[in-house]
C-alpha cells in the first residue's frame, strides 16, 4: 500500500460516512410535516459541497491532494479535514436521531452555533489549502467566511435564508468551474 492509499483510505471513509448521512437526512426532513427550507437548503449545499470536493481531488484540484509521492502530515491533515467537518455538520443539522426530531426550524436555530463554527472552519481549512496548493480562487471562501461569521451571530429567518441560497450558489459555481476545468 503506497502513502496516497494509505491517506485515501481514511479520506474515502469520511467521505462515505457525510455522503450517507446527507443522504438519509435528506430523506428524512423531505418526509417531516414540518421541514424548514433553510435547514434544507443546508443539507443540499453540504452533499454538493462533499462531491465538489471529491471532484477536485479527480482533476487534481488543489484542495487537499496537490502533494507529491511523500505527502507531509499537515498534507494529510489538510486532506482528511474537509470531509470530516462536512460530516460534522451533517452530524449538526440532523442530531443524533434525525427520526425524532419534530419542528426542523427550531433544530437548526438550535444547532446553528455549533454547524457554523464547524462551517468557518471547514472554509479555512479548504481555503488555506486552496491558497497553499493554488489553482483555486480564494475570494468565494471569503465570502464565505464572513457570511458564516454573520449567520453565527444573527439568528434573524430572513438572513439565514439569504445565506443558504447564496451558499447554494457559491457550490453550484463551484462544480460548474471544476466541470469546465475538466474538460
Known amino acids: 500500500m503506497s502513502v496516497i492509499e494509505f491517506i485515501?483510505?481514511?479520506?474515502?471513509?469520511?467521505?462515505?460516512?457525510a455522503i450517507a448521512r446527507l443522504l438519509e437526512g435528506l430523506y428524512i426532513v423531505s418526509e417531516s410535516k414540518e421541514r424548514y427550507w433553510v435547514h434544507t437548503i443546508w443539507l443540499c449545499s453540504k452533499l454538493g459541497q462533499v462531491l465538489l470536493t471529491i471532484w477536485t481531488w479527480r482533476i487534481g484540484?488543489?484542495?487537499?491532494?496537490?502533494?507529491?509521492e511523500h505527502p507531509t502530515f499537515l498534507e494529510m491533515i489538510l486532506t482528511m479535514a474537509t470531509p470530516g467537518l462536512i460530516f460534522l455538520?451533517?452530524?449538526?443539522?440532523?442530531?443524533?436521531?434525525?427520526?425524532s426530531t419534530q419542528n426542523w426550524e427550531e433544530h437548526f436555530?438550535?444547532?446553528?452555533?455549533?454547524?457554523?463554527?464547524?462551517?468557518l472552519m471547514m472554509i479555512s481549512v479548504t481555503?488555506?489549502?486552496?491558497?497553499?496548493?493554488g489553482g483555486v480562487p480564494v475570494m468565494p471562501f471569503f465570502i464565505l467566511f464572513a457570511l458564516s461569521v454573520l449567520a453565527l451571530v444573527t439568528d434573524n429567518r430572513r438572513?439565514?435564508?439569504?445565506?443558504?441560497?447564496v451558499a447554494v450558489v457559491v457550490?453550484?459555481?463551484?462544480?460548474?468551474?471544476?466541470i469546465v476545468a475538466a474538460s
Do not use: D, E, K
Not at 457550490?171 to 471544476?178: C, D
Open 159 to 165: 438572513v439565514h435564508g439569504g445565506i443558504a441560497c
Open 109 to 119: 436555530y438550535a444547532n446553528r452555533t455549533r454547524f457554523f463554527i464547524l462551517n
Open 89 to 99: 455538520q451533517a452530524i449538526a443539522l440532523l442530531g443524533q436521531t434525525p427520526t
Open 61 to 68: 484540484g488543489s484542495v487537499g491532494l496537490a502533494f507529491g
Open 171 to 178: 457550490v453550484t459555481m463551484g462544480v460548474g468551474s471544476t
Open 127 to 133: 481555503g488555506y489549502s486552496a491558497m497553499r496548493f
Open 8 to 17: 485515501l483510505f481514511p479520506v474515502s471513509i469520511l467521505v462515505g460516512l
